[in-house]
């Protein structure tokens, strides 16, 4: 008997529990069912790779293949191509968008009339509200073999010969980082203007009493002092180094085939391997490629921050 | 600190007024190059001083674009629809994600990240989605892959429910005896605007700018495309016409070369960007802020 009220206190305490939290966990239930289908149920999705998929039979009762898919797409040239693409280019877009991103930064801030101030603001973020298929038009606008004001108005007035853009891989990878930089550098620039408004102006008080230029200020107080702005989205671009944006490369090339020598990057080759071969094999092989090291990549990074400085990591 | 140097302010001005050029050009370039008269397009090329304008283009699509108001239509439907749910559905699991005694918070809060570090890539996405959950060819294809709900956004909502609003106000509404249903409607919903209507626009302009669900999802039943899959589609026809012109049967030749001009396609494409113009200001305000938000660690 002496044990009973206790019982019945904990049974309540429980119970008062669970119907305190269960409104709560019933509000989640909807985005939790949401991210288990669209999330979790495809990262299981990985073992087609390691399948021979028959559609006839279902995924679950195709028989595996182990690696096979693995030895094929890495004996074929494709592999290489798509990795030194992927990589080079996502290389090239970090550096300049970091770069070019804090200067825009610095002199935006530094910008005394409020009015013109707001317009650089408004205009290094607009390109980046457009969808590649808009910039995809528009980068035709200039480089189009027939209509193009490059072949059309440009080259001419130069006295040079119309160019076959979409003809010739070895014009895109400057294309490429052109456009990337043009619409993407807006979103890293915004950060950067938020890190250095953030920055106490006292430092550049007592900095100007000591004599200090602009350069020497930039380099001994704003850069150290956006040094975590900087941290999160380099190691941001470092961890997603093997995802391209397939936009980019599908639709400013026009999926133009001549042009997949410097365009095809992994998120093209698994596409297209996907839905134009139906080589279901090489394009889910190309993806775990994808994904796994990806990962590793993304763990890498955020360990080497945390030996570098703990605060900046972003777990 | 703002430098008064004035060859500095100007320098820096000058910059910067090329930069806002390098941006407005290009957008310039494809208004000009739907008010070109077709003949003077297809002699000159795209200009921006067209020697003579016209408005064909914009006629052709009031007239005959029946298709291209029932993809715009399509657009604004599931743009409506999309970010309605994706912001009802992130506020209802990032507020009890932001209550620091809820039991496994931490674990879901794993949950919800993980999903940014390791994802399965697009082949078993898409042979889910398409082979056993049916939404090809279907509204679902275009609304639910993807874009319903962002692991990114949920880590910002919950930060800024976290952070802004008081955790002696949920006591208090307890105290009062508010249900959390009550407290979620009465008190977190009205102190989370800011945020919400950020991450709306998130939502909005992703459903808006998206092609690429329908490029995967919409193959058959073209009656569903958005705007920018028409756009796409377009590119993708001319592309096919270019590279088989010769071996093609007439039929299907026809079929493509009932593509729209090129001056109607640059209409298309701006048509497409009309809302985004409009709404920029607005825009402009959350989005930025949304994006300063991210850049703090959650």
């Known amino acids: 008997m002496s044990t009973k009220p206790g019982v019945i206190d904990r049974r309540i305490s429980r119970f008062g529990r669970i119907k305190k939290w269960l409104p709560l966990y019933l509000m989640m239930l909807p985005g939790a069912i949401y991210i288990i289908v669209n999330n979790y149920i495809p990262m299981f999705g990985i073992m087609i790779a390691f399948k021979q998929v028959d559609f006839s039979k279902g995924i679950f009762a195709s028989d595996w293949i182990g690696l096979k898919n693995f030895e ?3 004996a074929s040239e494709d592999a290489m191509i798509i990795t030194r693409n992927t990589i080079l280019y996502n290389a090239a877009f970090i550096v300049l968008n970091l770069v070019i ?47 193009g004001i490059v072949n059309k108005s440009i080259l001419p007035a130069l006295g040079q010969e119309p160019i076959f853009w979409y003809n010739d891989p070895q014009y895109w990878p400057v294309i490429l980082i052109f456009v990337n930089t043009w619409k993407g550098v807006g979103y890293g620039c915004l950060i950067y203007i938020a890190a250095i408004n953030g920055i106490d102006p006292t430092y550049y008080e007592a900095a100007e009493l000591d004599g200090a230029g602009k350069l020497k200020q930039i380099w001994h107080i704003t ?40 365009t095809n990057v992994i998120d093209t080759y698994v596409y297209r391997g996907l839905m134009r071969q139906g080589n279901i094999g090489m394009s889910s092989a190309a993806g775990v490629y994808q994904s796994v090291v990806g990962f590793l990549l993304v763990l890498v990074s955020n360990l080497v921050v945390r030996k570098i400085s703990k605060e900046n990591a972003l777990f | 600190m703002v430098n008064r ?82 912001v ?100 977190v919903l009205p102190l989370g605007k800011p945020i919400l209507v950020t991450i709306g626009t998130f939502s909005g302009l992703a459903y808006w ?80 802020k949304g994006i300063a938000l991210g850049a703090v660690k959650g």
Request: hydrophobic content about 50%; glycine content about 6%.
């Open chain 2, 209 to 288: 700018n998206d092609w690429t669900n329908g490029l995967y999802y919409i193959n058959k039943n073209t009656e569903l495309y958005t705007i920018q899959n028409l756009l796409n589609k377009m590119v993708s026809d001319l592309q096919f016409l270019a590279q088989n012109a010769t071996n093609l049967s007439s039929s299907a030749t026809a079929e493509l070369s009932k593509v729209p001009s090129t001056g109607v396609q640059m209409a298309i494409a701006f048509v497409a960007i009309l809302p985004i113009i409009i709404v920029f200001p607005l825009l402009q305000k959350y989005y930025s």
């Open chain 2, 5 to 86: 140097n004035k060859g500095y302010q100007i320098a820096i001005n000058i910059v910067m007024m090329i930069v806002v050029c390098m941006v407005v050009l290009p957008f310039l370039l494809l208004i000009m190059s739907s008010i070109t008269d077709e003949n003077v397009l297809l002699a000159k090329g795209y200009t921006f001083f067209p020697e003579k304008f016209s408005l064909g283009a914009y006629e052709y699509i009031l007239k005959s674009g029946e298709k291209i108001f029932r993809a715009y239509g399509m657009t604004i439907l599931i743009t409506v629809i999309g970010t309605l749910i994706n």
């Open chain 1, 72 to 74: 094929f797409l890495f």
């Open chain 1, 223 to 262: 850069l150290p002092c956006i040094l975590p702005s900087i941290i999160t989205l380099t190691l941001l671009g470092v961890g997603r180094i093997f995802y391209s944006d397939f936009g980019l490369f599908y639709q400013v090339p026009r999926d133009s085939g001549m042009l997949y020598a410097t």
């Open chain 1, 101 to 147: 991103g804090i200067i825009f930064a610095i002199f935006i801030c530094d910008v005394i009339n409020k009015r013109l101030k707001k317009l650089y603001q408004s205009a290094i973020l607009f390109p980046f509200l457009m969808s590649m298929v808009i910039v995809g038009y528009i980068v035709f606008a200039f480089f189009s073999m027939q209509n």
């Open chain 2, 88 to 187: 009802g559905m992130s506020a209802l699991f990032s507020y009890p994600l932001a209550l620091k005694n809820l039991p496994g918070r931490r674990v879901i809060t794993f949950f919800v990240f993980f999903t940014m570090l390791f994802n399965g890539g697009l082949v078993p996405s898409y042979i889910m989605w398409s082979t056993y959950l049916g939404v090809k060819d279907t509204v679902f294809g275009l609304l639910l892959p993807n874009l319903l709900l962002s692991s990114m956004n949920i880590l910002l909502i919950r930060t800024y429910f976290s952070t802004s609003i008081p955790d002696t106000l949920y006591e208090a509404a307890q105290i009062d005896g508010a249900g959390q249903l009550r407290i979620f409607r009465s008190i």
